[in-house]
């Protein structure tokens, strides 16, 4: 072969060569801007101010729940998040969003959120947790069988009725149920501790995840 060919097909060659070149970078850089937007976004679906929270408020470890208060394993897992959080204090905050699986769960999370307004919520979540067996009948929710509930924690349960149908609550009720779309929640609990889902359901991964999330956040 002459060498003016072999030269042509060498420069071929290193012009192929960068071509692909930068296209593997720019692919990767591609790759890597959504790596970093996807948490922001996550994070905004997460991160509400609306939500009701407990916890020091500047605890590196935030704890997102979706809930739906006629959920049985909500009821189940409440006391070893609130476990989770004693054994790590001031270090974790959680909050709570609701969602409405089970037939009827909107007037018991409108309740909540009326609860929210007189500055008993968390009371009135872990009395109708507690109670739940109560007023949850065959996976349907009985709102009126949960009123005494909330009665019984000092609830003036005629402004609570007035306002369960207050605009900020339908307000915050949707906005809840668009982030859980948002984020594929399809059942309850749904965990994300630091913008991260569990890779599977149960005590022993959410107690790594959060372990994880509180060694890397106070090393």
């Not at 998040?81 to 609701?98: C, E, F, G, Q």
């Not at 609860?115 to 919520?121: D, E, P, S, V």
């Not at 009123?147 to 339908?170: C, H, Q, T, W």
């Not at 965990?191 to 994880?212: A, E, H, I, T």
Request: hydrophobic share 45%; aromatic share 8%.
């Amino acid at each position: 072969m002459k060498p003016r060919y072999i030269f042509i097909i060498a420069a071929v060659s290193v012009v192929v060569s960068m071509a692909v070149l930068f296209g593997i970078v720019a692919t990767q850089g591609g790759r890597a801007g959504e790596a970093q937007t996807a948490p922001t976004v996550a994070n905004a679906a997460l991160a509400r101010g609306h939500a009701p929270t407990i916890g020091n408020p500047d605890a590196k470890v935030h704890i997102v729940e979706f809930l739906d208060p006629a959920c049985e394993t909500c009821r189940e897992f409440y006391p070893f998040v609130k476990k989770l959080m004693a054994t790590n204090p001031d270090r974790i905050r959680l909050s709570i969003r609701h969602v409405t699986f089970h037939k009827g769960s909107d007037s018991i999370v409108k309740m909540l959120e009326a609860a929210r307004k007189q500055g008993k919520y968390w009371e009135a979540l872990e009395a109708l947790l507690a109670s739940q067996p109560n007023w949850a009948i065959q996976h349907v929710s009985r709102p009126e069988l949960a009123l005494p509930k909330l009665a019984a924690i000092g609830l003036n349960l005629d402004r609570l009725k007035s306002d369960m149908e207050a605009p900020d609550v339908a307000r915050n009720m949707t906005l809840d149920a668009e982030d859980a779309k948002a984020l594929k929640v399809k059942q309850t609990p749904e965990y994300f501790v630091n913008g991260k889902s569990m890779p599977s359901f149960g005590y022993d991964q959410l107690q790594k995840l959060v372990s994880d999330a509180v060694a890397a956040a106070y090393r």
